[in-house]
T-cell receptor
Framework: QKEVEQNSGPLSVPEGAIASLNCTYS??????FFWYRQYSGKSPELIMS????GDKEDGRFTAQLNKASQYVSLLIRDSQPSDSATYLC?????????FGKGTRLHILP | GAVVSQHPSRVICKSGTSVKIECRSL??????MFWYRQFPKQSLMLMAT?????????EQGVEKDKFLINHASLTLSTLTVTSAHPEDSSFYIC????????????FGPGTRLTVL
């Protein structure tokens, strides 16, 4: 089982709708969870970090964590064309960050 | 925010040559730096953890004699790909950790290596 699993997509969402991205992880000892956005040919950019169960909101982004289910999600409200990118879920393993393969998100104008 | 630079941004070399990539933290001291490799449409794969003044810790399956890492100061880490081959062509990204919490990890812009 991979440490961090994501559906590779592409996920197509109409502009203005809610995009929902999901991720599962295998290490129950992980305590830190991250969502990164990566545009083609660029390095990742941190969008959200979450450390405790529940929801965390930041602008149009909401991260959700369920440690019992080993599940992390990212909701993007009012999706914009500029949100089209690959979204990487990442978790900590000790002092390192381990990335999932990423989900390609395409916002349809 | 903190800035991490990488040089060069893009390099093309012949098979068998060695290539050095620099990673610098510009406005903070990085106790730890990380080197990742990303193939097209693949995830970032952690190659090694670089600590200032000590040997790098390599992830399983990464050849330490092929990917030489030097972290000579708190602001500079280098990755040397020795005897590069076409299969080493990839996007190499470094990140620097300014300390706790773990989220304070800043990524460089990446280096695109193409081996002919």
């Amino acid at each position: 089982q991979k440490e961090v699993e994501q559906n590779s997509g592409p996920l197509s969402v109409p502009e203005g709708a809610i995009a929902s991205l999901n991720c599962t992880y295998s290490d129950r000892g992980s305590q830190s969870f991250f969502w990164y956005r990566q545009y083609s040919g660029k390095s990742p950019e941190l969008i959200m970090s979450i450390y405790s169960n529940g929801d965390k909101e930041d602008g149009r982004f909401t991260a959700q964590l369920n440690k019992a289910s080993q599940y992390v999600s990212l909701l993007i409200r009012d999706s914009q064309p500029s949100d089209s990118a690959t979204y990487l879920c990442a978790v900590n393993r000790d002092d390192k960050i381990i990335f999932g393969k990423g989900t390609r998100l395409h916002i349809l104008p | 925010g903190a800035v991490v630079s990488q040089h060069p941004s893009r390099v093309i070399c012949k098979s068998g040559t060695s290539v050095k990539i620099e990673c610098r933290s510009l406005d903070f001291q990085a106790t730890t730096m990380f080197w990742y490799r990303q193939f097209p449409k693949q995830s970032l794969m952690l190659m090694a953890t670089s600590n200032e003044g000590s040997k790098a810790t390599y992830e399983q399956g990464v050849e330490k004699d092929k990917f030489l890492i030097n972290h000579a100061s708190l602001t500079l880490s280098t990755l040397t790909v020795t005897s590069a081959h076409p299969e080493d062509s990839s996007f190499y990204i470094c990140s620097a950790n300014a300390g706790a919490p773990i989220a304070s990890q800043y990524f460089g812009p990446g280096t695109r290596l193409t081996v002919l």
